[in-house]
């Protein structure tokens, strides 16, 4: 066996014990975005990769779907695995139907290996802008996946930072595939909610086939508290924009843990805790049935009621 790299200093690794969540997810609940890191002994990470995690493999996360109180998962492809997507469809295909995937591909990805991971349970590929993650992101290389993908119904999965929203917009509008958000394009929770900044982001919300996933508080949240320690009341700072979203595009809405949270660097918030947060994040029961059953059963496994 190959020597394993040692995880990048200072990683958090997932919670040891999450709270058991007060609040009971609505039957058919969705945890709309969380990942597999490894095993490495079995799943390498890939030589280009910006990070090396704890191993978090699908054991381990469909122990916490089941303790959280999920029935099912979307499992995303995570930067360190590159565009070997071999953990994540492991999970998949062992879920037994409860989970589908998202996965990263080449330009060169032939129709035969896009039919196979289709029939595998992937819905959607992802690409990444955020740079400290890549190297670079191809504009032309993208939108060549994105018309391959397009005719198996497949959406593209955007993770980019607000300030580069300006650059990247009329990119986004030119894909021929509906378009998911992760973490509510990642706002400086530090500016006013209705400001010039996140204005923008929801008009480009607006005009479009978007969805968002208004998940990751504790990746945005300047002044917290954190979710831990029984914290009823965290990430007070990124609620505004939550429910903003969440009030205005309540049928393209998504929500998900984001397990095993790479590359935080201030804390690693409880699960649980995270859970309970929903309920701040979506007031009425309509809202929550939306974000966590309706609209991510709508998207990953259509053809459902």
């Not at 295909?93 to 992937?122: I, K, N």
């Not at 397990?259 to 309970?276: A, E, Q, R």
Request: charged content about 30%.
């Amino acid at each position: 066996m190959a020597d394993l790299a040692p995880r990048t200093p200072g990683w958090l690794d997932w919670h040891p014990s999450p709270a058991e969540p007060s609040f009971r997810l609505p039957s058919g609940a969705v945890d709309a975005h969380c990942h597999v890191f490894g095993p490495q002994a079995e799943f390498p990470f890939a030589p280009e990769r910006k990070y090396t995690p704890c191993d978090a493999g699908r054991d381990r996360l469909f122990a916490l779907r089941d303790h959280l109180g999920f029935e099912r998962q979307v499992i995303v492809q995570a930067t360190c695995h590159g565009a070997d997507n071999s953990a994540m469809l492991d999970a998949v295909r062992a879920s037994g139907g409860r989970a589908r995937g998202v996965a990263t591909v080449r330009p060169d990805v032939t129709d035969a290996e896009l039919r196979a991971l289709d029939e595998a349970g992937v819905r959607g590929v992802r690409f990444n802008f955020v740079r400290r993650l890549v190297d670079t992101s191809p504009k032309d290389a993208l939108r060549t996946i994105a018309r391959r993908i397009a005719p198996l119904g497949w959406h593209v999965v955007l993770y980019f930072e607000s300030a580069d929203l300006p650059e990247l917009e009329d990119f986004f509008a030119s894909l021929p595939t509906p378009l998911v958000v992760d973490h509510m394009g990642r706002p400086d929770v530090t500016k006013p909610v209705d400001g010039p900044e996140f204005s923008r982001f929801l008009r480009f919300t607006d005009r479009g086939d978007v969805w968002v996933k208004v998940s990751c508080p504790e990746r945005l949240t300047v002044t917290g508290p954190a979710a831990l320690d029984g914290e009823r009341e965290p990430y007070a700072d990124v609620l505004p924009f939550s429910r903003r979203v969440v009030g205005e595009f309540g049928d393209r809405v998504l929500w998900g843990t984001d397990w095993p949270h790479p590359n935080l660097k201030d804390h690693m918030p409880d699960d649980g805790l995270l859970v309970d947060h929903v309920r701040r994040i979506a007031v009425t029961e309509e809202q929550r049935r939306r974000l966590l059953v309706d609209n991510p059963t709508r998207l990953y496994w259509p053809g459902e009621r």
